[in-house]
């Protein structure tokens, strides 16, 4: 259970493709998601996932903050408890980060992490349960983000423009490694959309040089075929089994 709500979290981790200006992510959005894991043949909500986005100002700029929050539901708390966070702190309108901070709690297991990004570098700091805090520094590629900020920012590019089998390459630094990471366009279909009723999707492949994923296009994200391009259903399979976030409420968007 530990590896399939640690995934969910991953996913809410996340050039031929074209970059649509004109779809910029709103501040005051709020989705909400149950985590579903498949249990001896069913599909069983286990968390809760919320998305967040609000505009920070300081002193001399402002950021887009990028909010992601993990929970599982009360009644599977006992069995193993998870409260992990992960936010992102990018320019309004490119989503480059300038700032990424997780901290996460999986049945008693803590460890949190901040990278601030420089320029094509990121200086890291990361404390685990009983271990001391370490602090490294390395080089990124100039389009390096972290896995918060690149689910914000597939929703920017235009997928009208593309045809059906198309991919685009990025990377992620995740757990201070550089993870290369591809999305596939693989055509629309309509699903489920919680509270915004039936919706067209874009429907996208994702696959990452990890051990993490399995299968090939069996990890999917559905995005509405619209200008707001809201994530509505995410699949995944792993190792050890296979599991969804679907949306239950769209607000501010």
């Given at each position: 259970?530990?590896?399939?709500?640690?995934?969910?979290?991953?996913?809410?981790?996340?050039?031929?493709?074209?970059?649509?200006?004109?779809?910029?992510?709103?501040?005051?959005?709020?989705?909400?998601?149950?985590?579903?894991?498949?249990?001896?043949?069913?599909?069983?909500?286990?968390?809760?996932?919320?998305?967040?986005?609000?505009?920070?100002n300081t002193s001399n700029k402002t950021y887009l903050?990028?909010?992601?929050?993990?929970?599982?539901?009360?009644?599977?708390?006992?069995?193993?408890?998870?409260?992990?966070?992960?936010?992102?702190?990018?320019?309004?309108?490119?989503?480059?980060?300038?700032?990424?901070?997780?901290?996460?709690?999986?049945?008693?297991?803590?460890?949190?992490?901040?990278?601030?990004?420089?320029?094509?570098?990121?200086?890291?700091?990361?404390?685990?349960?009983?271990?001391?805090?370490?602090?490294?520094?390395?080089?990124?590629?100039?389009?390096?983000?972290?896995?918060?900020?690149?689910?914000?920012?597939?929703?920017?590019?235009?997928?009208?423009?593309?045809?059906?089998?198309?991919?685009?390459?990025?990377?992620?630094?995740?757990?201070?490694?550089?993870?290369?990471?591809?999305?596939?366009?693989?055509?629309?279909e309509t699903v489920s959309a919680g509270n915004l009723?039936?919706?067209n999707c874009f429907k996208l492949s994702i696959g990452?040089?990890?051990?993490?994923?399995?299968?090939?296009?069996?990890?999917?994200?559905?995005?509405?075929?619209?200008?707001?391009?809201?994530?509505?259903?995410?699949?995944?399979?792993?190792?050890?089994?296979?599991?969804?976030?679907?949306?239950?409420?769209?607000?501010?968007?």
């Amino acid at each position: 259970m530990k590896k399939a709500l640690f995934f969910i979290g991953f996913f809410v981790m996340l050039c031929s493709f074209n970059t649509d200006q004109s779809n910029q992510i709103p501040s005051g959005e709020k989705l909400v998601y149950a985590g579903s894991y498949n249990m001896s043949g069913l599909m069983t909500q286990l968390a809760q996932v919320t998305l967040s986005t609000e505009m920070v100002n300081t002193s001399n700029k402002t950021y887009l903050h990028l909010n992601c929050e993990l929970a599982t539901f009360s009644k599977w708390d006992k069995f193993f408890k998870i409260r992990d966070t992960y936010e992102a702190y990018v320019n309004p309108t490119t989503l480059k980060p300038s700032l990424y901070k997780r901290n996460i709690d999986e049945g008693g297991w803590t460890k949190k992490e901040k990278y601030v990004f420089k320029g094509n570098s990121v200086t890291s700091t990361a404390k685990r349960k009983n271990c001391a805090e370490t602090t490294k520094t390395f080089t990124i590629g100039g389009s390096t983000q972290d896995v918060v900020s690149l689910m914000y920012r597939i929703r920017t590019l235009d997928f009208n423009k593309m045809k059906t089998g198309q991919s685009q390459s990025f990377v992620i630094v995740f757990d201070e490694t550089q993870i290369p990471v591809t999305i596939k366009l693989l055509g629309t279909e309509t699903v489920s959309a919680g509270n915004l009723g039936s919706k067209n999707c874009f429907k996208l492949s994702i696959g990452a040089k990890t051990d993490v994923l399995k299968g090939k296009d069996k990890n999917l994200i559905y995005l509405t075929a619209d200008s707001k391009k809201i994530p509505v259903l995410m699949k995944f399979s792993i190792p050890v089994g296979t599991g969804q976030l679907a949306l239950t409420s769209a607000t501010g968007i």
